[in-house]
C-alpha cells in the first residue's frame, strides 16, 4: 500500500542521548516535512525538505537535524535529547494536488 | 508570513446538531485550504478541501465555504454523528511550488449520543 511510514512507533529516550526517526515515503511527493504535535499547540513544523538535497528549518528546529539524500527517505536527528523533545513526530508529504499525507506517528518520551 | 487563526478550539455538539469551525487568514497569496480530521491517536487525514477558485464544497456531510475578500474559510458538518468526534485542524497555502502550508491550533469536536 503506498503511502509514508515511520519508524519507530514509540520510543523511550535517556535525556543526552541520541536518536534518529525514520520516515520513507513511496509516492515520490517532492515535499516532506517533520511536524510535533503537543496538547494545546497543534502541529509545529520543525524542518522541512521541497526536494531531494535541499532542507529548510521550520518553526521550532532547535534540537533538531535533517537529511535529504533522495527523494523516499526524510530522516529526523535528535543529537542530544532533552525532555521538551517528548512529543508526537509526523512526518508528511505533499505531492501536486496540495494534500498532505500524514505518516502514522512516531510517540517519544524524553526521561 | 501566514498566521492562520482556528475557533472555537473545543465544540461540544449533540447527535443530529450541526457542527461549525472557523480560520481566518492572514496572506492573500494563500490559494489552498484543506481540512484534516484526526482521530485520537490517529494520523490526520486529509477530509476535503478548497481551492480559492472557488466559494464552496461539500461532500456529503461536511462543506468548506470560503471567503476570499475578509480571509475566512469554514467547515460545516450537519447531522453529526459520534463517529465526527475527533480533532480538525485547518490549514492554508499556495497552491505548489515551495509555499509551506500553516496550520491552525485545532478544534476538538465531541457528538454526544
Known amino acids: 500500500t503506498a503511502g509514508i511510514t515511520q519508524a519507530p512507533t514509540s520510543q523511550i529516550l535517556a535525556a543526552g542521548r541520541s536518536m534518529t526517526l525514520r520516515c520513507t515515503q513511496d509516492?515520490?511527493?517532492?515535499?516532506m516535512y517533520w511536524y510535533r504535535q503537543d496538547l494545546g499547540l497543534g502541529l509545529r513544523l520543525i524542518h522541512y525538505?521541497?526536494?531531494?538535497?535541499?532542507?529548510g528549518k521550520g518553526e521550532v528546529p532547535d534540537g533538531y537535524s535533517v537529511s535529504r539524500a533522495n527523494t523516499d527517505d526524510f530522516p529526523l536527528t535528535l543529537a542530544s535529547a532533552v525532555p521538551s523533545q517528548t512529543s508526537v513526530y509526523f512526518c508528511?508529504?505533499?505531492?501536486?494536488?496540495?494534500?498532505?499525507?500524514f505518516g502514522s506517528g512516531t510517540r517519544l518520551t524524553v526521561v | 508570513g501566514e498566521n492562520v487563526e482556528q475557533h472555537p478550539s473545543t465544540l461540544s455538539v449533540q447527535e443530529g446538531d450541526s457542527a461549525v469551525i472557523k480560520c481566518t487568514y492572514s496572506?492573500?497569496?494563500?490559494?489552498?485550504f484543506p481540512w484534516y480530521k484526526q482521530e485520537l491517536g490517529k494520523r490526520p487525514q486529509l477530509i476535503i478541501d478548497?481551492?480559492?477558485?472557488?466559494g464552496e464544497k461539500k461532500d456529503q456531510r461536511i462543506a468548506v465555504t470560503l471567503n476570499k475578500t475578509a480571509k475566512h474559510f469554514s467547515l460545516h458538518i450537519t447531522e453529526t454523528q459520534p463517529e465526527d468526534s475527533a480533532v480538525y485542524f485547518c490549514?492554508?497555502?499556495?497552491?505548489?511550488?515551495?509555499?509551506?502550508?500553516?496550520f491552525g491550533r485545532g478544534t476538538s469536536l465531541i457528538v454526544h449520543p
Open positions: 508528511a508529504s505533499r505531492g501536486d494536488r496540495d494534500g498532505y499525507t
Open positions: 509516492m515520490r511527493h517532492n515535499a
Open positions: 525538505s521541497n526536494t531531494a538535497g535541499t532542507t
Open positions: 496572506d492573500s497569496a494563500s490559494n489552498y
Open positions: 478548497i481551492r480559492s477558485n472557488v
Open positions: 490549514a492554508a497555502s499556495a497552491s505548489g511550488g515551495s509555499y509551506i502550508p500553516t
